[in-house]
């Protein structure tokens, strides 16, 4: 109370987003913090942030070591040239449609590479939130493959949502709004003085920055004269023809000048309306859902000052609310965090090529294939019967590793060449990109069988002889805290049936368990 | 196996003795569903409890990517049609003629065939004011049934769960494949989706003890036992409760067993009667069809034909689409037919756009406005309905629609499934007769 009182008037908040006590720091909150800020950490990781604090844990993963990562190989502009010279030049249609699948083809396995790229890159990054935050920009600035079809152009657009992750997001919006990949997708390319197109200027006011509500539509054609004359060149990179450019007088929010696109990203990020939008965004990915409007504009008073990314992460990361009974396993896993998290936490090996595209499509979250310009819509919708069932069924195959064993009955196959029950089997990664006549594709090609979960990555002999010892050790990789010891027990119920010292295969049921459950898919 | 007999009980205890039950978090939404709607005394009188017999069923069927309704229902005697296609028109004389100005594309003479037999109806010139050219606003505003400068969270389907299906079985809209469309977006109930061969279980190998444990830590649980405990006071009307992220995952999975026990359980009892082509649209009709005479007390089946956005080259292309909707759609009527189901059961189409009038520079069509509807079914009245847009006055090169997609819903929803249009639409819309 004494404290309240001498707190200078305006204040009243002031206790929101204040710094998490340091006797509150532990094990569990840093487990927390992992899996918020990355993709989950080993348990001796946990210990080592638990040992150092809150502030190094979180300059750690604000200030991080070099990623050394290569990038993908052969990722090279209009890589593809050839091949679609081969399309120009058929001379019929056989020849024609031989030469589309063949580019089809080939772009597909590169846009494959690029995602399988990525996903590893986020299996073993030592900068974690890095590649968190550049997933939050994809999802944010979201670009789809599907119209893009340019694997470097995405690549690149990768890069530069890495390279300004944590940075300045005014930066970071300058560059998206010249990136080739965006301005394919949201027909920016194609824009001219005599007929400006609104399409990126619209969705740059309504999902980028400001939000529905705080424009107008005359805002909108205003603004779409000012990123006219942006171009891409056979090297896939921007240019800038000025004499597309409508260099005349607009009224934009209410000022008028003859504005060039910076300059209107200039004005939008004065207004306040910017900096909530984007403080309740990275609250609602990184926290909880519903943050009460109080909290929003603390942080959003806070971003408005700059629009740097890193102090309001730091601010996010450390408040008392980020560690908040409210926060804890609160967000469902969304399908890359589900993949990447299994792989860096438990161990599990993860398939590439067409199968990963395969098996992210059916959790419902393809890297480089957003659904639409709004993103993913993430939460709850990450999980329908659906892709819960495929959740558990998938656990299962990462952990036995991957097999085309037919689950069914051989003698009552349902009524769809995709039922192998193997859902590795039956995805149809062709579906989305390619007309349906292409559904004899629809093989298994690449769904080879993967070695199954080293099980003496997790244990030691010595834990085999003890059930208790076996959980405590993988339960601490797959859900990251102390135990919860109703969930604990009864995994340990089915351990203590199993024969002792515990087998391979009898560890590897105990870990699939764990991921089969709805625990499991929240952090 | 053992579990339909529990799912019997376990419904017609629904049915019979639920007031003064205790809700736990394991109850299934559907469960909890017909508590709160019991509780408030199931005033509302739009609700209709399933009976899993006798209601009407609709498919609806999306052909994704912006299908060319001018090569699918060719107006052959207009010669503007020939001028705008130079290169990918529809031969006059390969026109399988409706009414001497409209007529099918020859591929699609399975549904010619049902035309003649007064099973299917065809609405032309379906589309909405200010049309948009985006694949996704387009189906969107498709799928929620919104006005074009208007964003709406729910799907139209969805709205028609919230109003008409309160306390149903989640198996009331079941969409073939992993995503669950927009148009099934809902308040409360979102239905089901299903890939084949989909079941949620801890895996055949398990012994019985890690089944349980895997039940248990997923909440479900055989008997609901709702009988004892508390009374229902605290649960105030048909509102969705807050659900933590573990309680909804719980209740997905139970939702998830029960709707592939289920499934499971009917598609061991029943087949086809009628040779579906070997196509994705054929196989998941004939699952359909399996579901309807299997009894699942489904309202609306949701799949999907992809493929139909046709910039280059599309003769070939599209002719194969329009030839596996048609023979997957004979098919699917030959089998309901077979299996005295057809008279339940109504077929519609929509496509997110149709295509320019004028052919591009690569023998293909880009993105347009309206297109044809087809609607079929044991029950439909057929014949063409709506006018077909003129070829002559057009805006920016595109088709002014005729008829607002919203008419058709709308018809769709008061007169087949005898549901409160208006509310669902937000106002209302002119009826079609096609029902």
Same mark, same amino acid.
């Given at each position: ?137 994809? @999802? ?29 997001? @005014? ?89 060039? @696109? ?89 398939? @590439? ?171 | ?69 001018? &090569? ?93 299906? $309160? ?21 409360? $109930? ?125 003769? $070939?292309?599209?002719? &194969? ?65 709506? &006018? ?41 819309? &002119? ?5």
């Amino acid at each position: 109370m004494k404290l309240e009182q001498t707190k200078p008037a305006g204040s009243r908040n002031s206790s929101m987003l204040s710094q998490l006590p340091k006797e509150k720091w532990t094990y569990d909150t840093a487990a927390h913090l992992a899996a918020r800020a990355g993709f989950g950490e080993s348990p001796s990781r946990l210990e080592q942030w638990t040992q150092q604090g809150m502030e190094a844990t979180i300059q750690q993963l604000l200030h991080p070591d070099n990623d050394t990562t290569p990038p993908p190989n052969s990722m090279v502009p209009d890589q593809f040239a050839e091949l679609r010279e081969q399309v120009r030049d058929a001379t019929s249609p056989d020849q024609k449609k031989e030469a589309r699948r063949a580019l089809r083809q080939a772009t597909n396995q590169q846009l494959y590479h690029l995602i399988n790229w990525w996903t590893r890159r986020m299996l073993t990054t030592p900068a974690p939130l890095v590649e968190k935050m550049t997933l939050f920009w994809h @999802g944010h600035f979201a670009t789809s493959a599907l119209k893009v079809r340019s694997p470097y152009k995405l690549w690149q657009q990768n890069e530069t949502f890495r390279h300004d992750a944590l940075g300045n997001f @005014g930066t970071l919006t300058k560059a998206i709004s010249r990136d080739p990949a965006m301005m394919v997708y949201l027909d920016l390319q194609t824009s001219r003085s005599e007929h400006p197109n609104e399409n990126f200027a619209r969705e740059l006011m309504e999902l980028f920055t400001l939000g529905e509500g705080n424009y107008s539509e005359h805002d909108i054609k205003e603004s779409a004269r000012a990123f006219t004359g942006y171009r891409i060149d056979r090297f896939e990179e921007f240019r800038f023809v000025s004499n597309q450019f409508d260099g005349g007088a607009k009224t934009f929010l209410q000022q008028t000048g003859n504005w060039n @696109g910076d300059q209107i990203i200039d004005i939008i990020l004065k207004q306040p309306a910017a900096a909530k939008f984007i403080s309740n965004k990275l609250w609602n990915f990184f926290a909880y859902e519903d943050p009460d409007s109080q909290l929003i504009d603390k942080l959003a008073e806070l971003f408005l000052q700059n629009y740097e990314i890193r102090p309001l992460l730091e601010t996010i990361f450390s408040s008392e609310e980020f560690y908040s009974q409210r926060a804890r396993n609160a967000i469902v896993k969304s399908p890359v965090q589900y993949v990447v998290e299994s792989g860096r936490t438990l161990g599990v090996n993860l398939p @590439g090529g067409r199968t990963l595209f395969a098996v992210y499509q059916r959790l419902g979250q393809v890297p480089f294939y957003p659904p639409n310009v709004k993103g993913w819509e993430g939460g709850k919708s990450w999980i329908n019967t659906a892709t819960l069932t495929f959740r558990y069924q998938l656990a299962r195959q990462l952990v036995l590793g991957i097999r085309l064993v037919n689950e069914q009955p051989a003698k009552e196959p349902l009524p769809s060449p995709t039922a192998q029950s193997s859902p590795l089997a039956q995805a149809s990664p062709a579906a989305q990109t390619t007309p349906m006549t292409q559904t004899a594709s629809l093989t298994t090609q690449n769904a080879v069988r993967l070695p199954a979960l080293q099980v003496d990555q997790l244990v030691t002999a010595e834990d085999r002889k003890d059930p208790e010892a076996t959980i405590r050790k993988i339960y601490a990789r797959a859900f990251q805290t102390t135990p919860d010891p109703q969930l604990f027990d009864r995994i340990l119920d089915v351990a203590k049936l199993k024969p002792l010292p515990l087998a391979d295969d009898a560890i590897r049921d105990l870990v699939a368990l764990m991921m089969m459950t709805p625990n499991y898919q929240v952090c | 196996m053992s579990q339909e007999p529990d799912l019997l009980t376990r419904r017609h205890f629904l049915r019979t003795s639920i007031l003064g039950a205790a809700l736990s978090w394991t109850v299934p939404i559907f469960v909890e569903r017909t508590f709160s709607l019991l509780n408030a005394e199931a005033a509302e009188i739009t609700t209709q409890i399933a009976t899993g017999k006798d209601h009407p069923i609709l498919v609806v069927l999306q052909l994704a990517g912006g299908n060319d309704g001018l &090569n699918a229902l060719v107006p052959f005697a207009d010669d503007l049609y020939y001028r705008a296609r130079p290169t990918i028109n529809i031969p006059r004389d390969k026109v399988l003629s409706l009414d001497g100005y409209v007529g099918f594309n020859p591929r699609m003479a399975p549904l010619k065939n049902l035309f003649d037999q007064g099973k299917l109806a065809v609405i032309q010139g379906v589309g909405y004011p200010n049309p948009n050219r985006s694949h996704f606003r387009s189906t969107e505003i498709w799928q929620t049934a919104s006005d074009a400068d208007k964003y709406l969270k729910t799907g139209w389907i969805g709205r028609y769960f919230d109003n008409c299906c $309160n306390g149903e079985d989640p198996t009331v809209g079941v969409t073939i494949g992993s995503q669950l469309p927009q148009t099934f977006t809902a308040e409360k $109930n979102t239905g089901i989706a299903m890939t084949p061969g989909g079941r949620l279980g801890f895996g055949k190998e398990a012994d019985a003890s890690e089944q349980q444990v895997f039940n248990e830590l997923n909440g479900i649980t055989q008997d609901h036992d709702l009988s004892s405990g508390a009374s229902i006071g605290s649960l105030d009307g048909p509102s969705e409760p807050k659900l933590s992220a573990i309680e909804y995952l719980q209740r997905t999975a139970l939702d998830a067993q029960v709707g592939t026990d289920k499934i499971g359980a009917i598609l061991k009892r029943t087949k086809p009667e009628a040779v579906y082509p070997k196509t994705p649209l054929g196989n998941e009709l004939s699952l359909i069809a399996r579901l309807i005479s299997g009894g699942l007390p489904t309202r609306v089946y949701y799949t999907s034909q992809g493929g139909y956005d046709t910039h280059n080259a599309q003769e $070939n292309s599209h002719n &194969n689409l329009l030839g596996q909707l048609a023979d997957a759609l004979s098919a699917f009527s030959t089998d309901l037919s077979s299996k005295g189901i057809w008279d339940r059961v109504l077929v519609m189409t929509f496509s997110e756009f149709g295509r320019r009038v004028s052919e591009n520079a690569s023998k293909g069509t880009d993105h347009g406005t309206a297109a044809p509807m087809f609607i079929c079914g044991g029950n439909v009245k057929p014949g063409l309905y709506g &006018n077909h847009p003129s070829l002559s006055t057009l805006d920016q090169g595109d088709l002014i629609h005729t008829v607002d997609f919203r008419d058709v819903y709308s018809t769709v929803l008061n007169r087949w499934m005898k549901a409160p249009a208006a509310k669902i639409l937000g106002r209302d819309f &002119n009826a079609l007769s096609f029902v």
